[in-house]
């Protein structure tokens, strides 16, 4: 297995050493880079306006409520995030409805494109283990790897578990005409636990597995610009380059070269998320071992 | 020198028309002495003024007497240099015996004119140009509690500025308030006695019965809760109105400064229910300032007249707890009122639902985060690792 994805890269140097122009490929539609930047802006907004408050005695969370005009704002803000989060929630979810059910594209729920997991993904997560350790061969990847199947359903969990145990704060005396009494000391926990876990992932795990591992330093632009290099599309998912290329749709996805200035942005925009994502971790973690 | 001979000798002329009329040269009225007196630039022999403004006197609450009265060892003229200090005891007995006795008894530094004035400038406390006029009171005491000096030499605190930003204090200074309480309403006048005395108005057994004096019908509901009866009882560990309030420092109550301090004033005797507290909602809002409507203590369980939660008139008794959070929260019903405010994750007994909500997602936080630390970090290795190996094949640069 391994041998063939060194050939793939090879290939596709090779066809840019021999005067071919670099291909650039389609990975995300302009759909899905949009809700990438609604999503991680009302995460971070979200996460700013939350970790004061699950650390409220800390000094920087009054210092920071201080600085925004006192409690009142904060909350404000935080609820404010999570409608547009919701609403953003909800469009990826008539949007699953209408490809899945609606026009009944089973690819939505089964198969390479899709975001289920399958027993692939069990072998491969195995099998990165071995190859981290040298005892195997490192796995051939198809459109989306075991760890992006996790990030997406860790945050389509959290968003649900946040959202409800969210919401049931804010309209307490409304829910509490179907939960139990408990359930209202509950969500607190459970909104801040699981807040908290969402929060160290994404600015420790998410942020490393997909921007800032070697293979994608210091960031992975593919979310922004929605195209990456043949070259970087054959080593990372050589499964998918290989399909696509034995279908004949390589061409297919064929997108153009991004534009200097949406490179340029998108580092800057990639680079603040990603201060503030480690600031907030680094301050979270302060907090919590203290 | 020459000045003082020379008011000497003017003076001296002065008396002598005054000898021609009265022979015996008997000393009987003001004007008498107001004669040489009256010379406001006259010194004695120390350059200490002398002089006597003689409207002034007249105008004050001694301003009938004669000189003689309180000068009682000047009899005729001429009189020795040195007179014989003045006692103000000889009419004012009372106050003088309770002064004796008072934390002001050492009167070389509190003789009676450092709080009441030049001895003639005195007026009726009702005046206002009066050192110990109701609006005047505070920075009277303040000349000297209010410096660093009094801390120094008697441990105590500077507390007229804390008085002066107080409710009190600014009802006094800003309103003009006459009823508002200054230093005197509390602590007496002339027999002020040490707060550990045990007669004293300040003293913690007799604190409630102090305030009370003007806030009357907040003594009785402190009285009837059960600090008031703790205290009455004889357990000086229960809170008095200064406990909670501050003696000089007092501030408005719906103030965001005082909604912030005294949760934790409850909480250094009730440790168990703030700790639980810090764990709600209520707490994590409001320990952030500026956002002063998140219940603290005495939102739920009452500020002066607090009652076990057995008693049916409590506001956390539970037939009353539908009303008591729906004064925040519109639409509180049955089932929302068995939110527990003080409810403990960690305890397994009491709150079983909410102590295996917080395991589980503690395990899911500590379990997730641990393998995929490990997960990440040993990828990173693995990757640098491979990237050093194949030298410039780093997989590529992206878009």
């Known amino acids: 297995m391994e041998g063939k994805m060194p050939d793939l890269v090879q290939e ?36 700013g306006t939350g970790l004061p408050l699950r650390f409220s005695e800390s000094i920087w969370a009054r210092g920071l409520a201080k600085g925004v005009g006192g409690f009142g704002a904060i909350l404000f803000f935080h609820k404010f995030c999570a409608v547009v989060l919701t609403i953003a929630f909800l469009i990826h979810l008539r949007e699953i409805f209408t490809r899945g059910i609606a026009h009944r594209d089973w690819s939505v729920f089964w198969g390479p494109n899709s975001m289920v997991a399958n027993w692939k993904d069990a ?52 829910f509490a005409h179907f939960l139990p009494g408990w359930a209202l000391n509950a969500v607190l926990v459970i909104h801040s636990e699981e807040g908290l876990l969402a929060i160290l992932f994404i600015f420790s795990i998410h942020f490393v597995n997909t921007h800032l591992r070697p293979d994608s330093f210091p960031m992975d632009m593919v979310v922004f610009t929605g195209v990456e290099s043949e070259e970087e599309f054959a080593h990372k998912r050589p499964l998918e380059y290989e399909r696509l290329k034995r279908e004949g749709k390589l061409e297919g996805r064929l997108g153009e070269a991004p534009q200097t200035w949406l490179i340029n942005f998108s580092r800057v925009v990639g680079t603040i998320a990603i201060l503030i994502g480690l600031t907030l971790l680094v301050l979270t973690l302060t907090a919590y071992f203290s | 020198m020459v000045k003082a001979l020379a008011s000497s000798g003017f003076c001296a002329a002065g008396f002598a028309l005054v000898l021609l009329a009265s022979s015996a040269g008997r000393l009987s009225a003001q004007t008498d002495c107001l004669a040489c007196h009256g010379d406001q630039s006259m010194q004695d022999s120390n350059g200490h003024s002398i002089a006597v403004d ?11 007497m004669k000189c003689n009265d309180c000068h009682t060892t000047i009899k005729e003229y001429p009189h020795p240099d040195q007179v014989t200090k003045v006692e103000c005891k000889g009419c004012h007995a009372d106050e003088a015996t309770g002064l004796a006795g008072s934390v002001h008894a050492d009167s070389k530094e509190h003789p009676c004119t450092s709080c009441h004035g030049s001895a003639h400038t005195i007026f009726p406390k009702t005046d206002s140009r009066s050192n110990v006029y109701p609006l005047n009171v505070p920075r009277t005491c303040g000349q000297c509690h209010s410096t660093a000096g009094m801390a120094e030499k008697h441990g105590l605190a500077s507390v007229y500025p804390s008085y002066m930003d107080s409710i009190h204090g600014f009802a006094l200074s800003k309103e003009g308030l006459l009823v508002a309480a200054n230093c005197q309403s509390c602590h007496g006048s002339h027999h002020i006695l040490s707060r550990k005395d045990p007669a004293s108005p300040t003293n913690k057994a007799n604190i409630a019965q102090t305030c009370g004096n003007c806030h009357a019908k907040i003594k009785d509901d402190y009285m009837g809760g059960v600090h008031g009866k703790a205290v009455a009882g004889g357990n000086m560990n229960a809170p008095v109105c200064t406990d909670c309030h501050t003696a000089h420092s007092i501030l408005q109550p719906t103030e965001a400064a005082f909604r912030m301090q005294s949760t934790p004033i409850c909480g250094s005797c009730h440790k168990d229910k703030l700790s639980t507290y810090r764990d709600t909602f209520h707490s994590q809002l409001g320990s952030l300032g500026g956002y002063v409507e998140t219940a603290r203590c005495w939102d739920c369980h009452g500020a002066h007249e607090i009652l076990p939660t057995s008693d049916p008139r409590s506001p956390v008794n539970p037939a009353n707890l539908v009303v008591t959070c729906g004064k925040c929260h519109a639409g509180a019903n049955l089932s929302f009122v068995q939110y527990q405010p003080h409810a403990n994750a960690h305890d397994r007994k009491l709150n079983p639902a909410l102590y295996f909500v917080r395991l589980f997602m503690n395990i899911l936080l500590i379990g997730t985060l641990t393998f995929f630390v490990i997960h990440t970090l040993l990828w990173l290795i693995r990757a640098r690792y491979n990237q050093i190996k194949e030298k410039s094949k780093d997989g590529g640069k992206n878009a």
């Open chain 1, 12 to 47: 596709a140097e090779e066809s840019r050493r021999h005067g071919g122009p670099v291909r650039f490929f389609m990975r995300f539609t302009r759909e899905q880079r949009y809700m990438h930047a609604v999503l991680f802006s009302t995460f971070l907004g979200l996460a």
């Open chain 2, 54 to 64: 003689g409207k002034t006197f007249a105008d004050s609450i001694h301003g009938s």
């Open chain 1, 123 to 174: 072998k491969d997560l195995f099998g990165h283990l071995r190859w981290f350790v040298g005892l195997g061969p490192r796995p051939q990847f198809d459109r989306y790897a075991y760890w992006e199947k996790f990030d997406y359903w860790a945050v389509f969990w959290g968003m649900i578990v946040i959202g409800f145990s969210g919401y049931a704060m804010w309209f307490a005396p409304f």
